[in-house]
């Protein structure tokens, strides 16, 4: 069977973009798969927190973590980036990865809240709240609509201190964030934007 000119062209443009071709992931050989083809490294909830704890309190993960918090990012979006890099990883699986969600963004508040840093949920939600009232009548209106995003807000609404154990909770309770980071954070603020940037 011939293939048609059309699909030819599909195809060139896609290896010029540097696309992979359709297909080409199961042509992978079977003695290399990649790390989320395997089983996962921790199959526990209890020791995939642990995992994600220990992770978060890396000198260079909590800094980025709270730099990004400190400039709008979304609680969600960051718990989000992590467990999906544990994922990519081959550390859990994609059902493990939905149970961690909660807590993980439970212990991204509970450091924020030890750094003295005010967080959002999501990303966009404190521009949200500067919104006019002709936009926030909109909005109502919006969320009638049953979305993706209605949803995604219910489940972030219910974060409970319940969702982790009672040894990571005590050890975020006794972290200590250091001087340095917190002056490293002031240091950030300042220079957030392109002009400040540019007067060094």
């Known amino acids: 069977m011939a293939i048609p000119q059309q699909g030819v062209d599909f195809l060139e443009r896609s290896i010029q973009a540097g696309r992979p071709v359709p297909g080409q992931s199961l042509t992978n050989s079977k003695d290399q798969p990649y790390n989320w083809e395997?089983?996962?490294?921790?199959?526990?909830?209890?020791?995939?927190?642990?995992?994600?704890?220990?992770?978060?309190?890396?000198?260079?993960?909590?800094?980025?973590?709270?730099?990004?918090?400190?400039?709008?990012?979304?609680?969600?979006?960051?718990?989000?980036?992590?467990?999906?890099?544990?994922?990519?990883?081959?550390?859990?699986?994609?059902?493990?990865?939905?149970?961690?969600?909660?807590?993980?963004?439970?212990?991204?508040?509970?450091?924020?809240?030890?750094?003295?840093?005010?967080?959002?949920?999501?990303?966009?939600?404190a521009f949200l709240q500067d919104t006019s009232a002709e936009e926030d009548n909109v909005q109502k209106m919006k969320k009638e609509l049953i979305t993706l995003e209605d949803i995604k807000k219910e489940a972030t609404s219910k974060i409970s201190s319940h969702s982790i154990p009672k040894e990571i909770k005590e050890q975020v309770e006794n972290i200590k964030i250091a001087p340095s980071l917190l002056e490293k954070l002031e240091i950030e603020k300042t220079n957030n934007s392109l002009l400040s940037k540019g007067e060094r």
Do not use: C, H
């Not at 995939?48 to 709270?66: D, G």
């Not at 450091?111 to 999501?122: D, M, N, P, R, W």
């Open 38 to 125: 395997r089983p996962p490294a921790i199959t526990e909830p209890k020791e995939a927190m642990y995992a994600v704890f220990n992770n978060l309190i890396e000198p260079e993960t909590i800094t980025n973590v709270l730099i990004s918090i400190s400039k709008g990012m979304g609680v969600v979006d960051i718990a989000s980036i992590l467990l999906y890099t544990g994922f990519i990883e081959g550390q859990w699986n994609p059902d493990l990865m939905i149970i961690l969600m909660e807590p993980t963004m439970y212990m991204i508040m509970a450091l924020s809240e030890k750094a003295e840093i005010e967080y959002v949920i999501e990303t966009g939600d």
